[in-house]
């Protein structure tokens, strides 16, 4: 289940609520008890990146390897990055 935040309009008053994807957005603050409950948007704070259960479980083939071939990457980009034109 994700975690959703939340910021009264009234009060300022921010929490954190832990929430079906099908429930109901919350609207009653619980510090004011005012109608001006919203949902804000953020990001998730983590990427699947790196070999380990995804990496190795759910990808077939060639995508088995992206950690890899994304490490390959970088590197070679930062090599070209140094090389004097």
């Not at 992206?66 to 970088?74: G, V």
């Amino acid at each position: 289940m994700p975690i959703y935040e939340y910021e009264c309009g009234g009060c300022g008053h921010q929490m954190d609520k832990l929430q079906k994807i099908s429930d109901e957005p919350l609207v009653i603050c619980p510090e004011c008890d005012e109608d001006t409950l919203k949902k804000m948007i953020s990001a998730a704070g983590f990427r699947l990146k790196g070999a380990g259960w995804y990496e190795t479980d759910f990808k077939t083939g060639k995508k088995k390897h992206l950690a890899e071939s994304d490490s390959k990457k970088t590197k070679t980009e930062s090599n070209t990055a140094k090389t004097p034109d």
